[in-house]
């Protein structure tokens, strides 16, 4: 049986976390074998893939994504072998398996570095981005970090500066240099011929930076939305003409996607953070030649209005051409969607509904772990983050780590997720109540939503694969029109805690959806929507 090539276009990839998913060995840390454990509960929600946040070798300044090993399974998370299960365990249950490719930058730790610093004719003297200081000894020029201040770090060693878009033990690699281009390709296709199925690209648009080393101009309106693009952090003040999303970056994209197309049923989906994302995204996508997928930073924002999504949506589709998106309303690097859009009010019903639009939404999905449970951030105190980001920033910003606590499989102190007495990071109190045991017992749950929801969407071609139309919205209520060959499916959502009336000219036939779905109904001419509630109606032609 042929199998299909283009089984990304339409999939929903569930991300784990691994360091926070499940603790197998009880040393307080996630791990791979953890994850194979619980490959059953995820195929139970009908996911189609999952996406393996790094567990490569790593000093863990940044929790793997400062890699040193790009060929190896850190200690903590296991070995080879136990990857290897992994994703046999995956291929089993009938998932696909993509991992997490952080290209951008390495550690400072890596082989690569160490012996980059160690002079300026050395054989890798260029594979990172060293530049001499100015005259008066100040940076090469005005890039700033993600992280908070200048993207340069003086080395003693070379008496330079090397550039660094994060952490300044993450120096960022050269791709001018085509021995380094070569290496990473030959690091991807190691992880290809283990087989796994795809790629989540770090950072995909950071690969090139302008030779030149031109400054950045500054930013008129500081809008939040993108990677670091908040008031408390500078990096916002610059419009990112140079130190990323360069032309180059297309070549890259397309040397990448040939190594993919030698191995059959394979895929990618770039991060794309930049001042013009919604249009990088179609660039990086369209031709079949380049990334398969990208997703942006515009729904991982506080702006949860039906505006919101429809100028998204909208923007896209107007560039698209043959590229595809991939949508996300929540991940590692952001606040909980269930505590950015829900504001703790009615948030089991609005994780519910903004859960039914992402899925009604054209593009493939990714899912944030917990997401299926409605968990909420995590209240963490100063003295229990480890994320340098919000270290840094802390109280204005508070970093990452409460999107990243553990799972809680059991309503219990340690959450089912492990023995140890020390996690690595607490056991939130507000997330116990809505562990998975719990969810399991209770036919109206999230989980259940999440899971029935899921089922629907894998047997109607029309979410997964068709056109997009938009026909009405304000800030909470969204209409569209979802078309694939012969068939129309008609999606009215409301995100507000009051009904919702609208008429509507067509011919209907509701679906009837599970219980666990707040569902709207057809009144004569009038389309009915409780509070949070969804309909999903077939188009009589």
């Known amino acids: 049986m042929m199998m299909n090539q283009e089984w990304w276009r339409g999939a929903v990839i569930y991300q784990v976390y691994p360091r926070s998913f499940f603790d197998s060995n009880n040393d307080g840390i996630g791990d791979l074998p953890g994850v194979t454990q619980k490959m059953s509960y995820i195929a139970s929600l009908g996911v189609d893939a999952i996406w393996l946040s790094p567990f490569f070798t790593s000093p863990m300044k940044d929790f793997g994504y400062d890699v040193s090993d790009y060929c190896n399974v850190d200690p903590i998370f296991g070995t080879l072998e ?13 998932l696909k398996v993509m991992i997490d490719q952080v290209l951008n930058h390495s550690s400072d730790q890596h082989p690569w570095f160490v ?3 160690s002079s300026h004719d050395n054989a890798k003297a260029d594979w990172y981005i060293w530049a001499d200081a100015n005259p008066d000894g100040t940076v090469p020029n005005n890039w700033l970090s993600v992280f908070g201040g200048p993207a340069w770090h003086w080395d003693s060693r070379r008496r330079q500066y090397y550039l660094h878009n994060f952490l300044d033990s993450q120096p960022d690699l050269n791709f001018h240099n085509p021995d380094v281009v070569d290496a990473l390709l030959d690091t991807v296709e190691f992880w290809l011929k283990r087989g796994v199925d795809g790629f989540r690209l770090d950072t995909a648009n950071y690969y090139y930076h302008d030779i030149e080393l031109r400054n950045n101009p500054p930013k008129k309106d500081v809008v939040e939305g993108s990677i670091g693009v908040r008031l408390d952090n500078p990096y916002a003040y610059q419009l990112h003409l140079y130190d990323k999303s ?4 297309i070549g890259f994209l397309q040397r990448l996607r040939s190594l993919l197309d030698k191995y059959p049923n394979t895929t990618t989906v770039g991060e794309v953070g930049c001042d013009f994302a919604l249009e990088t995204m179609a660039a990086y996508t369209q031709g079949k030649d380049k990334l398969h997928m990208c997703y942006s930073f515009d729904l991982l924002t506080h702006d949860a209005s039906m505006t919101h999504i429809r100028n998204t949506m909208e923007t896209i589709e107007a560039g698209l051409g043959d590229g595809w998106p991939c949508w996300s309303i929540g991940n590692h690097d ?6 950015r859009w829900g504001k703790n009010h009615d948030a089991i019903a609005k994780s519910k509904i903004y859960m039914a639009m992402l899925l009604t939404l054209r593009g493939s999905v990714c899912l944030y772990q917990g997401e299926e449970l409605g968990l909420p951030e995590a209240e963490l105190t100063l003295d229990q983050l480890v994320d340098p980001f919000g270290i840094a920033f802390w109280p204005e910003f508070k970093g990452r ?3 990243r606590t553990p799972i809680p499989w059991k309503n219990e102190t340690l959450g089912g997720f492990t023995q140890s007495t020390v996690p690595w990071l607490p056991i939130a109190d507000t997330q116990r109540p809505l562990a998975v045991n719990e969810q399991e017992g209770n036919r109206h749950s999230v989980l259940h939503a999440y899971r029935d929801f899921l089922h629907v969407r894998r047997n109607h071609a029309e979410l997964r694969h068709g056109d997009i139309e938009f026909m009405y919205n304000d800030d909470t209520t969204l209409t569209f029109l979802r078309a694939y060959k012969s068939k129309q499916l008609y999606v ?7 009904d919702i009336i609208l008429p509507v000219e067509l ?18 001419n009038t389309v009915v929507l409780p509070p949070y509630s969804i309909l999903l109606a077939k188009v009589i032609l």
């Open 492 to 498: 009215a959502i409301n995100t507000a805690n009051q």
């Open 334 to 339: 952001v606040e909980r969607v269930a505590t």
């Open 82 to 94: 136990d990857f290897d299960q992994l994703i046999e365990s995956a291929h089993h249950h009938g």
């Open 246 to 249: 360069r032309p180059e970056n």
């Open 507 to 524: 011919k209907l036939s509701a679906l009837i959806l599970p219980e666990a779905i707040h569902s709207g109904y057809i009144d004569g």
């Open 401 to 403: 780590d409460g999107c």
């Open 115 to 117: 012996e980059s610093r």
